[in-house]
């Protein structure tokens, strides 16, 4: 019993980050989870027929119930709050405790998902993301199971409505890595020719870093607040690196991790920057 209970953190951690967008309260609600576990008597557990259902039905409420206090949690948040970007994992970090980096955690769609309700959400991630039938969605919802098809199928809506024609993951990379060549150039006839005349940076420092508390919409402004950032950290390296599955940009200065930059691609331009400074956001990077 206790293998499959250690087999089944991988699972739980999956479904929390996609249903919060955050790693590290993703990893409390897995502790928390296993910590109702093992607070059950033995007499409990082995009535218990299913304890992976157990599990996950625990871990799904009780990201629901973070998910519903977390409105007012945004509303005194400093800034813009982006989702904690994951990197491509290392051979120190535990299997069980990896993200799978698949299309269901690009950056893009994780904005979506912060846009649902909660039910929305958890609907919607436990139907069409992990595949779990509207029966037992309903048991963790406590709702019926066309009630949750019905959730479910407003949050698919908003996926779909919010999806560009998506670009191969080489012509992605080739598009950021002209845009961090462009960047560093301070080539503006390039960079006017990968943005999207909309384009759209969005950044978050969580109140902790200095940085724009609003996006900045329009092509026009997003490349004069690339021109800015270059002009006031000149000794900023940007490597090219894997953000939430996808290619994106990290920036370095003295050594330090100091920004992580992922990236919505339609086509042949870039449509959304995602920029996250909040230190908090930024310990996976670290390691």
């Known amino acids: ?38 607070a059950l008597s033995r007499p409990r557990q082995e009535a218990i027929e299913n304890p992976a259902a157990w599990l996950t039905t625990v871990a799904s409420r009780v990201c629901l119930d973070l998910l519903g206090s977390a409105r007012a949690r945004r509303e005194r948040y400093v800034g813009e709050w982006i989702p904690e970007p994951l990197p491509e994992w290392g051979a120190s970090v535990d299997p069980a405790d990896r993200v799978t980096l698949d299309e269901s955690v690009h950056m893009a769609f994780l904005v979506v998902l912060e846009s649902m309700t909660p039910a929305e959400r958890v609907a919607f991630v436990l139907h069409d993301v992990f595949r779990y039938p509207f029966g037992e969605v309903a048991g963790i919802l406590g709702r019926s199971p066309a009630a949750c098809r019905q959730l479910a199928t407003s949050a698919r809506r908003r996926v779909d409505a919010a999806r560009g024609p998506a670009a191969p993951t080489a012509r992605q990379a080739g598009i950021v890595r002209a845009f961090r060549r462009a960047w560093e150039a301070k080539d503006i006839e390039a960079l006017v020719g990968l943005l999207d005349p909309d384009a759209t940076v969005v950044a978050d420092g969580g109140g902790l870093v200095n940085t724009v508390l609003r996006p900045i919409h329009g092509r026009d402004q997003v490349i004069r607040y690339a021109a800015q950032i270059a002009a006031l950290v000149p000794g900023m390296a940007l490597l090219e690196r894997t953000v939430n599955g996808q290619p994106g940009l990290v920036a370095r200065v003295d050594g330090a991790t100091a920004a992580v930059v992922a990236f919505d691609i339609a086509g042949d331009h870039i449509r959304h920057l995602w920029a996250i400074r909040n230190p908090e956001k930024l310990r996976a990077w670290r390691q």
Do not use: K, P
């Open 1 to 38: 019993m206790g293998d499959a209970m250690t087999d089944q953190r991988s699972q739980l951690i999956n479904l929390a980050y996609r249903l919060l967008g955050s790693l590290s309260d993703a990893e409390d609600v897995v502790q928390e989870t296993y910590a109702r576990w093992y």
